[in-house]
């Protein structure tokens, strides 16, 4: 085969078998972190909270760096499908930075949304702390068949 030839093979084996979007974020591409700089301090244990403030710019290096490092699809023709998301959710301390934010899908965010609104709520009512509400996030959103028994958890303390 030409030189060329492979390569349009190659080009077109990696589209054909890439997956259109990730179910969870990729821990060297967004790691998390936690707010450096915030607007205010919340609840009982005093977490360090930054507003939100993500801009296109940023939001589009996202989408593009876990196309080209990851070769995730991220089909955008249908953009509300997808937001980014806070790996550690702004109300638990999460940052803005890059390192925190991941391209989610609809089907990702309809199971890991609800959890983070109940353990917010329960981090204000101090029944959890930052640090083990971080842990059952990431818990549940590295392991999506997680994430019931993680709501169910939160709901019940």
Not at 1 to 13: I, Q, Y
Not at 77 to 94: Q, T
């Amino acid at each position: 085969m030409t030189r060329h030839l492979l390569l349009v093979l190659a080009f077109f084996s990696h589209h054909l078998f890439a997956l259109e979007y990730p179910k969870n974020p990729d821990l060297e591409l967004t790691p998390g972190s936690l707010c450096d700089r915030p607007s205010t301090h919340r609840y009982p244990e005093k977490i360090p909270y930054c507003e939100r403030n993500v801009s296109t710019k940023l939001k589009n290096e996202i989408f593009q760096n876990y196309r080209d490092e990851l070769g995730f699809r991220l089909d955008l023709r249908n953009r509300s499908n997808y937001k980014i998301d806070h790996y550690i959710p702004l109300c638990a301390g999460g940052s803005n930075k890059q390192n925190n934010l991941w391209p989610q899908h609809i089907t990702v965010f309809e199971i890991t949304d609800p959890l983070e609104s109940v353990g917010c709520v329960k981090l204000s009512a101090a029944k959890i702390t930052q640090a083990e509400l971080i842990k059952l996030i990431r818990k549940a959103k590295l392991n999506l068949a997680e994430a019931p028994s993680v709501l169910k958890y939160l709901q019940s303390i």
